[in-house]
DNA sequence: CAGCATCCTGAAAGATACTG
DNA sequence: CAGTATCTTTCAGGATGCTG
């Protein structure tokens, strides 16, 4: 998609709303369920098993953890290694392309801990401007 | 968030972590429903009211344009205004906090644009690779 | 024109219990 | 240890019709 002239200022915003939004989605749909980027950031620190990962992840049930690890396993961002041990164990690990999403999701990150502040005195302000209470919209 | 060492090649991933990925979700949370990030990148590119809005986003609902639109000026990424005039007008736009979220988000565009395509493979094979088919987990 | 009010559905995800 | 198997709740989001 380089179907933007040198020099416009939004040279860079079709990427977002290029073929309809499709393919922004296409990530967002991958990385915005509640888990996967925090089990990505995790196996960024080092590899493991998954015990490990439900020790090191607060919040998550067995079955968020099997089913994100498999989409994630699945889409090539995560190695799954078994050892045909007894008792098994299974070490999970970023692969290139799972390492390759850390630096965008930074960004992100880094957004969110500049701006959230920002954001939540908007919100405040927005919801204490007398007249009524007006809680997320749906 | 400077607990990280310099030098740690992690100083970052735990920005991601960082309180148990409350922060990191809190962006997700606002950008990762199906039209903000549309929404914002539209709007990125000129002020718009919202029957443009409307058509420049292909299958938007009225009500979903109207609901993310309100959450977005609540939280002060986006300018409403309205004009006293019959019929009525409306105009969005893009505050700067709103066009401070454009570069993160190009970068997650970025990452789709260029990776995508590595991501289906590894799912095709993956699913294709005899057995069962295996479709998304959940 | 720019919305609001309702009804309805599927998919995400939590809780809980069981197994190779 | 590393998962499966069910059951249940929640709610984002679509469809449709009405209004200041």
């Not at 989605?25 to 490990?52: N, P, S, Y």
């Not at 290694?81 to 390759?100: C, D, I, M, N, Q």
Request: glycine share 8%; aromatic share 4%; with cysteine.
């Amino acid at each position: 998609m380089s179907q933007a002239q040198p020099g416009t200022p939004y040279e860079h915003t079709c990427m977002i709303r290029g073929d309809g939004g499709r393919t922004i989605r296409a990530v967002l749909d991958r990385i915005c369920d509640k888990w996967t980027l925090l089990i990505v950031a995790t196996l960024d620190e080092q590899r493991m098993r998954f015990g490990e990962l439900h020790q090191h992840i607060p919040g998550i049930s067995q079955r968020m953890l099997t089913l994100t690890l498999r989409n994630l396993t699945r889409d090539g961002l995560v190695s799954r290694t078994a050892f045909a041990e007894v008792p098994p164990r299974v070490e999970y690990a970023l692969t290139p392309l799972g390492k390759s999403l850390i630096p965008p999701a930074l960004a992100l990150a880094g957004w969110a801990m500049e701006n959230n502040a920002r954001i939540m005195e908007s919100r405040a302000a927005h919801d204490t401007a007398d007249g009524r209470p007006s809680p997320p919209a749906e």
